[in-house]
Antibody, heavy 121, light 107 residues
Framework: EVQLLESGGGLVQPGGSLRLSCAAS????????MSWVRQAPGKGLEWVSV????????YYADSVKGRFTISRDNSMNTLFLQMNSLRAEDTAVYYC??????????????WGQGTLVTVSS | DIQMTQSPSSLSATIGDRVTITCRAS??????LAWYQQKPGKVPKLLIY???TLQSGVPSRFSGSGSGTDFTLTISSLQPEDVATYYC?????????FGGGTKVEIK
């Protein structure tokens, strides 16, 4: 059974940093692309970033480009999201999501339970 | 970048009704289109991918169609457990944009 467990969320001041982690199990982690998707309170889904199975390709939403960095450790079956220069509008539940294949051109067939990031002074 | 526009943003229907949700892309994208269901307080769930392929375990009352710029999610006979917000998503290339969502309620 696929399991995705996010951690690292919390309260941070504007301009601060936070690093999210997503521990994966139940599948061959390195064979699948992984994404971060966020959902602001009461709002819709917003794709944030994707990384290929090998880690060689990464893509970002314009809203986070230059501030967020996605990475993965295939030896530890863990996905990361380093978030810098955080803004109030980054407040959201952050989900990690497993892609259907190793490339970014695939839908998300498994989702974690999410971790809440609150950016506020 | 391709924009994804869903309509309607919300709808209210009776049990047993046929419900149709549309998703329009600002540019053609073949059939790289997925539909997700998010029930209140729950995590999104993949329903359909490649515009019309039903994900394993999804009830057959759900179906998808379309290609290019216009896509449709249909619930053939609305059930109480279908109360949720439905999202389309493009995945032909990054950004992997979601539509704004359609909230489905029971009348």
């Amino acid at each position: 059974e696929v399991q995705l467990l996010e951690s690292g969320g919390g309260l941070v001041q504007p301009g601060g940093s936070l690093r999210l982690s997503c521990a994966a199990s139940g599948f061959t982690f390195s064979s699948y692309a992984m994404s971060w998707v966020r959902q602001a309170p009461g709002k819709g889904l917003e794709w944030v970033s994707v990384i290929s199975g090998s880690g060689g390709s990464t893509y970002y939403a314009d809203s986070v480009k230059g501030r967020f960095t996605i990475s993965r450790d295939n030896s530890m079956n863990t996905l990361f999201l380093q978030m810098n220069s955080l803004r109030a509008e980054d407040t959201a539940v952050y989900y990690c999501a497993k892609s259907y294949s190793g490339t970014s051109r695939a839908p998300f067939d498994s989702w974690g339970q999410g971790t809440l990031v609150t950016v506020s002074s | 970048d391709i924009q994804m526009t869903q309509s309607p943003s919300s709808l209210s229907a009776t049990i047993g009704d046929r419900v149709t949700i549309t998703c329009r892309a600002s540019q053609g994208m073949s059939n790289y289109l997925a539909w997700y269901q998010q029930k209140p307080g729950k995590v999104p769930k993949l329903l359909i991918y490649a515009a019309s392929t039903l994900q394993s375990g999804v009830p057959s009352r759900f179906s998808g169609s379309g290609s290019g710029t216009d896509f449709t999610l249909t619930i053939s006979s609305l059930q109480p457990e279908d109360v949720a917000t439905y999202y389309c998503q493009k995945y032909n290339s990054a950004p992997l944009t979601f539509g704004g969502g359609t909230k489905v309620e029971i009348k």
